[in-house]
């Protein structure tokens, strides 16, 4: 179709209605944002020339992702969550915040009331056998460059097979397996012993990768780990490093890899380093320190409420 009427004023006026700009109920930030989405809805269908076919296929496309529970899924894989934290870094270039570890995307799998240990924890409870043992540590450093003793570091990661628990479809997992709280020691050191994990895909039956084959993408990521870090005085940090050497490092579906994000993993076979850690044969270090940031104008202006699993 040719004819164009998004700019006449039966329409502009539709749309004026559909979003109850006209009525004195409801909220008025859902008006806004709902006139804007319906409008540029509108003007897509127009300018593209959206034929209907394609329009109730889009819509049952939503009802499957919903259906699947992959709309935090597809976000990262839109690139969303990417942007979201290039428009937190553009502000704080403006506002003059340096940020010394670089935020990344969350995810959708934090599971928060994971067990609490002081200074070290042991992550994983021994039940995949396939995991190659990991030590990683470092110290948590405020802004002005000094250690943080109480800092707490939550962490998380998947399992060799790629799976989280309390998302693992196995059911293999136990609760928090694999997800602790290691609060900082008096130097402001943590470490933890795991396994390495392994990257993971979104589900190929899945809405999200039946979308990214539209696109001619995969839907892997590379092998990593997640974190919050938060500690008086200071804004929160969330981010992840990825496990150097994996192939997809720099090809993540989800754009969550950032330069510093990649620290080196060092194989250690020698007897007096795996004394040191109590441990049995051979394993993965990464050594990864983490620089917080200040307030702004006495305000974590990094946290970000969003509806998280709860065990
Ligand atoms: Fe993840």
């Known amino acids: 179709m040719s004819v164009r009427i998004f700019d006449t004023p039966d329409v502009q006026d539709f749309l004026k209605t559909i979003a109850g700009l006209e009525m004195d109920g409801g909220n008025p930030r859902t008006k806004q944002i709902i006139h804007r989405i319906v409008s540029d809805l ?28 992959e709309a935090g899924l597809l976000s990262p894989g839109l690139g969303v969550d990417r942007f979201l934290d290039m428009r937190m870094d553009a502000q704080d270039a403006d506002d003059g915040v340096e940020n010394g570890t ?51 570091v939550e962490v998380w990661h998947a399992n060799t097979k790629g799976f989280y628990s309390h998302f693992d479809p196995t059911g293999e997992q136990a609760p928090f397996n694999m997800r602790r709280t290691i609060i900082a020691d ?84 020698d007897a007096d380093s795996i004394a040191a850690w109590g441990l049995k044969g051979p394993f993965a270090e990464i050594v990864f320190d983490i620089h917080l940031s200040e307030l702004v104008n006495g305000i974590d202006n990094q946290i970000v409420d969003r509806p998280r699993a709860t065990a």
């Not at 003007?43 to 699947?68: M, Q």
């Open 102 to 152: 670089p935020r990344t995307i969350e995810g959708p799998l934090y599971v928060a009331g994971a067990p609490v240990f002081q200074g070290h924890a042991k992550l994983d409870d021994d039940s995949d056998k396939n995991g190659h043992p990991l030590v990683m540590q470092g110290t948590v450093y405020g802004a002005d460059g000094q250690p943080l003793p109480g800092a707490q």
């Open 186 to 269: 008096d130097k402001g050191h943590y470490s933890f012993e795991s396994i390495v994990p392994k990257g993971y895909g979104c589900p190929p039956d899945g809405a999200t990768q039946a979308l990214l084959n539209q696109l001619g993408r995969h839907g892997n990521r590379p092998a990593h780990i997640h974190f919050f870090v938060t500690a008086d005085d200071h804004r929160k940090l969330t981010t992840q490093i990825n496990i150097d050497g994996d192939p997809l490092v720099y090809d993540d579906f989800a754009y969550a890899t950032r330069d510093g994000l990649v620290p080196p993993l060092v194989e250690r076979t």
């Open 42 to 69: 509108f003007k897509i269908i127009e300018d593209l020339d959206i034929t209907p076919d394609e329009y109730w296929s889009a819509v049952a496309y939503l009802n499957f992702l919903g259906a699947r529970g």
